[in-house]
């Protein structure tokens, strides 16, 4: 529930603070008061779009709060999500401040965004004015009412899952779709493709290796002289003896020397021996490879060639190369399996739009129920709200398959008796829109789990006995629920617990607006002005006060 609302420098308000009741709230004043300007506000609190027109001229922000209590659970579960809570009193502040570059949004003191803020205010405050009635002219929004009193989430989530699997199948079966011989195009290629790349058989990393050959088989002449000279050097040549000759020389005069020290240097000739005899047999052994030690250097040239034309054709890389390999297999087999898959995505298109036409017939069904109690209780209201002769139906029929149904769900009406029905928008008038728009809250009022409700306008194109009518029907609303009104009729305003008087004044060649509770001799006033404008006698005076007397 609202509990009070405080507005800095918006439009013409400089500054007020608004204290609401439950029950029925009714905001009067004259035109151009700033009863507009007080919805606008409330509008920002609930995170609708706000222009930097709103801001009183010469200031430099403009400020909107609002205190909401005893929050419903659904308004708790929405704050909870967003990452918010109630205060320890149980309260709920909501401020938005307002600037020409921008703004800022607080939710119990805390930063917010405004997407958050329109998220919990749509659990906070349903507002009713002009564009609710432009809706009732919309067929396309009707159903929304009726599945509000129809209780059906729980079907039209099974509803939507189906239509959403229904659409994913046949997107996917769409994609087999193709004639044969743009099929047998894509075979050929795909097969060609497959096997250019699978004779390359390239490997990742194999350039790097072929390159690393290739520098070695580059470089294989001087490294075979220097092995050579290697030899030599260990070996001997027809010129000199080598370092085994010599070592080995070396070694056998040791052994000519008796005692333990000389056997152990002896030992260690041995073992230098065999060392340099097993690096001779491995330098002789790179020496008999031949030229580039077993290495072909045009077939790796031949081999870099086809890796750098496969790979630049098929991604730039060997890992491209390789992945396009596999996605090819993947498509060719997706190909060659298609026809199955075909068959098991037709069966599971069939299944599912079976499912989805008895799952269509339970929607339709708990439409038709809600609308059978929607006819009734709207016309018993409408009747009541000084349209007897009214005939109000709502038209169920069979329409495409949407993802909300597969109805079209349209308001009909006739407005006199054995007058045919037609289409709401085709024949309502202003007020005839405000009283069938106050007849559906109504009956929606114990499923709405807004516990604030604003109507702005509700008045439109109504007087006299009507007038008195919506008044009460708004109490009889108010009962249930926090009911806030915008009214120009003094039939409506006497039916307030809380009356609030929207005034403006003109001070040093400047507009300012207050808003003030009503009591007593001024309530008796304002209703007497509302009634009769500035010409107020004794018998308007009486009029308002014994209309006041009856209504409150």
Do not use: W
């Amino acid at each position: 529930m609202l509990k009070s609302l405080h507005i800095e420098n918006i439009a013409v308000i400089e500054q007020t603070d608004i204290v609401f009741s439950d029950g029925l709230n009714v905001l009067t004043g004259e035109t151009g008061a700033g009863k507009s300007i007080v919805i606008d506000a409330i509008n920002a609190i609930l995170g609708e779009r706000t222009s930097k027109e709103l801001i009183r001229a010469g200031a430099e922000t403009a400020l909107v709060s609002a205190i909401f209590c005893e929050l419903s659970g659904y308004a708790k579960n929405a704050l909870e999500d967003a990452g918010f809570s109630v205060d320890s009193d149980g309260n709920l502040l909501i401020t938005r401040t307002l600037t020409h570059s921008g703004g800022t949004v607080k939710i119990n003191g805390l930063p917010a965004t405004v997407g958050i803020l329109k998220t919990i205010g749509k659990h906070l405050i349903n507002i009713h004015g002009q564009h609710d009635n432009q809706s009732l002219l919309d067929p396309d929004t009707h159903y929304i009412y009726i599945d509000r009193l129809a209780d059906n989430s729980v079907v039209l989530r099974e509803y939507y899952d189906e239509f959403h699997h229904l659409n994913t199948v046949r997107k996917e079966l769409s994609g087999f779709e193709t004639d044969e011989a743009q099929k047998k195009r894509d075979i050929e290629l795909l097969e060609y493709q497959i096997k250019e790349l699978t004779d390359a058989d390239i490997k990742p990393g194999e350039t790097e290796a072929l390159k690393l050959k290739l520098d070695i088989a580059r470089n294989a002449e001087n490294t075979l002289n220097g092995l050579k000279t290697a030899y030599s050097c260990l070996n001997g040549n027809e010129d000199s003896d080598g370092a085994f000759s010599s070592v080995q020389n070396a070694q056998k005069e040791i052994a000519n020397c008796k005692g333990e020290e000389f056997e152990q240097l002896n030992a260690k000739f041995y073992e230098l021996l065999s060392g340099l005899d097993e690096v001779t047999v491995q330098i002789r052994r790179l020496i008999n490879n031949g030229d580039g030690f077993g290495i072909d250097a045009e077939s790796l040239r031949a081999r870099l060639d086809i890796i750098s034309r496969i790979t630049l054709k098929y991604g730039g890389s060997e890992e491209k190369a390789k992945e396009y390999l596999e996605n090819a297999e993947k498509r060719l087999n997706n190909i060659h399996l298609s026809e199955t898959r075909i068959t098991e995505l037709s069966k599971e298109l069939d299944e599912s739009t079976e499912r989805l036409v008895i799952l269509g017939k339970k929607v339709t069904a708990s439409r038709i129920e809600a609308a059978k109690i929607v006819e009734k209780n709207v016309t018993e209201i409408l009747s009541f709200l000084d349209m007897p002769n009214v005939t109000f139906k709502v038209s169920v029929v069979q329409g495409k398959y949407t993802r909300y149904g597969c109805d079209n769900v349209e308001f009909m009406i006739g407005t006199n008796a054995g007058e045919a029905i037609k289409p709401l928008s085709k024949i309502a008038s202003g007020g005839e829109l405000s009283r069938v728009m106050l007849a559906i809250k109504s009956v929606l009022a114990d499923k709405d789990d807004v516990d604030t409700l604003i109507f702005d306008e509700i008045d439109a194109g109504i007087g006299g006995r009507a007038a008195q009518k919506v008044g009460h029907q708004l109490k009889q609303v108010s009962s249930d629920r926090q009911t806030v009104c915008v009214t120009h009729l003094a039939q409506i305003a006497t039916f307030a617990q809380n009356h609030l008087l929207i005034e403006k004044s003109v001070k040093d060649n400047r507009t300012y607006t207050s808003v003030k509770p009503l009591a007593g001799d001024d309530r008796i006033k304002e209703i007497a002005r509302i009634m009769a404008g500035s010409n107020m006698s004794e018998n308007i005076y009486n009029s308002a006060k014994e209309l006041l007397e009856r209504n409150f």
